[in-house]
C-alpha cells in the first residue's frame, strides 16, 4: 500500500475552511426554508428541478439522479410533497412502470415565495460574503470538482 500524498498546512486550513463553511451554509439555508416555508433544503430543490422541467414534470429515476437522492429517498421526499398537495406523481402512457412528478400550481406558488428566501440567504452567506473573483473561483472549482467525481 502507498502512502497518501499528505495535505500541507495551507491545503488542509482551506479543506477544514470549506467543510465548515459549507455545512454551516446548507444548515442556515435549510433552516430558513423549514421556518419560513416548511420546506427542507432537499424538498426545494426538487420543487426548483421540477419547475424548470419540461411541463413541470420530470421522470422519479432522472429527478433522483439531478438532486442526489436515492431513488427511495426521492419516493420518501416526493411522498411528503404529495401530502402537502405541491407535488402529484403521474404513470408514464408510454411506459406504464415509469413515474412522473408533476410540480403543482400550488407547489409552484410555495416555491415563488421560498426562492425570495433562498435567494436572500445565498446573497447574504455567499455572494455578498466574498470578494467577486472568490465567488468565480469558487464556481471554477467546484465545477472541476463535479467533472472529476462524475467521471469517476
Not at 432537499?42 to 421540477?50: A, D, F, N
Not at 406504464?96 to 403543482?104: C, D, E, Q, W, Y
Amino acid at each position: 500500500m502507498t502512502e497518501p500524498r499528505w495535505l500541507d498546512a495551507a491545503q488542509q486550513r482551506a479543506w477544514r475552511a470549506y467543510l465548515e463553511g459549507s455545512a454551516r451554509l446548507a444548515e442556515r439555508l435549510d433552516r430558513e426554508l423549514r421556518e419560513a416555508h416548511d420546506l427542507s433544503m432537499p424538498e426545494y430543490e426538487i420543487l426548483v428541478r421540477l419547475s424548470e422541467a419540461p411541463c413541470r414534470r420530470q421522470r422519479m429515476a432522472d429527478l433522483a439522479a439531478s438532486v442526489w437522492q436515492s431513488r427511495s429517498r426521492l419516493s420518501h421526499t416526493i411522498s411528503r410533497l404529495e401530502s402537502d398537495g405541491l407535488v402529484v406523481r403521474e404513470t408514464c402512457p408510454h411506459d406504464g412502470r415509469g413515474v412522473f412528478a408533476v410540480l403543482t400550481d400550488e407547489g409552484f406558488r410555495r416555491l415563488e415565495e421560498a426562492a425570495r428566501t433562498h435567494v436572500a440567504g445565498v446573497r447574504a452567506y455567499l455572494v455578498d460574503a466574498v470578494d467577486p473573483a472568490d465567488l468565480q473561483a469558487i464556481g471554477r472549482a467546484f465545477t472541476a470538482v463535479a467533472r472529476r467525481l462524475a467521471d469517476s
